[in-house]
């Protein structure tokens, strides 16, 4: 059985923010996971350079990486305890004036990577700016197609967004995994185009054998202010070469503690027979 987790991190916008890495670390370390998508994954603009590191998958045109980068600190801490994952990184615009932000996929085999850009704005002070970070890797001795992503709100970019990468998607002749933060609620319009795509998509947290949880946000975070409601924005969609055993909300406080505004989603699959 593979495990998949996808988190909107928050990462140094959090208070504790290192306190919360290290839980967020550990709960990785314990459940095993075999393909990690993040998103909000910062480092500061003027923080020093880190060395090269081996299973880091460098996307050309992207800024170089920092040391405080959340990700590069997160597989550094792992691999200390013994795990090590293949991981790349990709920039969308700068986050809070001071952060390059961006979005990372962790692997726990070697992956091959690329960035869509999937917005018409390609500037990083344009926070409008938003790429997809693609990767081909192998999962329980199969190949998979696997995007970690942060895309826009339902009319304020999210379609044209999405017609981007659901059409480079169609090209590839894999198996399918959606991960991150779509901005969409679930049963909303832009949850029904994605599930009304010709790519077929199923989501985890309607098919799965058990399902844990109905919601990854509560109440007004940032890019929801003046929201007073829970909404599961953050989905994982498949293509039907997988059977879905559990999807759960984790990081909600119990299950595993609260590291961020968002709360993660941990999915479990097997492959159907062929």
Known sequence: MAKWLTLNTHSWMEVNALKKLFDLAEHILAEKYDLICLQEINQ?????????DYYYQEIPGMPELHKDNFALLLVNYLAKRGQNYYWSWAYNHIGYDIYHEGVAILSKNPIK???????????????????????????????????????????????????????RLADLD??????????????????????????????????????????????????????????????????????????????????????????GLSVETEWLSD
């Open 44 to 52: 500061l603009m003027t923080s020093e350079v880190a060395p090269e």
């Open 174 to 263: 894999l198996p399918l995994m959606l991960m991150g933060d779509f901005n969409n609620p679930t049963d909303g319009p832009g949850y029904q185009m994605v599930m009304a795509s010709p790519l077929e998509l199923q989501d985890s947290h309607k098919v799965a054998e058990h399902v844990f949880g109905n919601h990854s946000i509560v109440a007004d975070i940032d890019g929801w202010e003046e929201n007073d409601q829970a909404f599961k924005v953050d989905h994982a969609f498949m293509s039907k070469d997988f059977l879905v055993k559990n999807s759960e909300i984790t990081f909600e406080g119990g299950t595993a503690p609260v590291v961020s505004d968002h709360f």
């Open 113 to 167: 990577i690329e960035d869509l850009l999937v917005t018409e704005a390609n500037d990083e002070y344009d926070f409008h700016t938003r790429r997809v970070l693609l990767a081909e890797t192998i999962v329980e001795d199969r190949p998979v197609a696997v995007t970690s992503l942060h895309l826009s709100w339902f009319g304020k970019g999210f379609e044209e967004e999405w017609a981007v990468l659901e059409g």
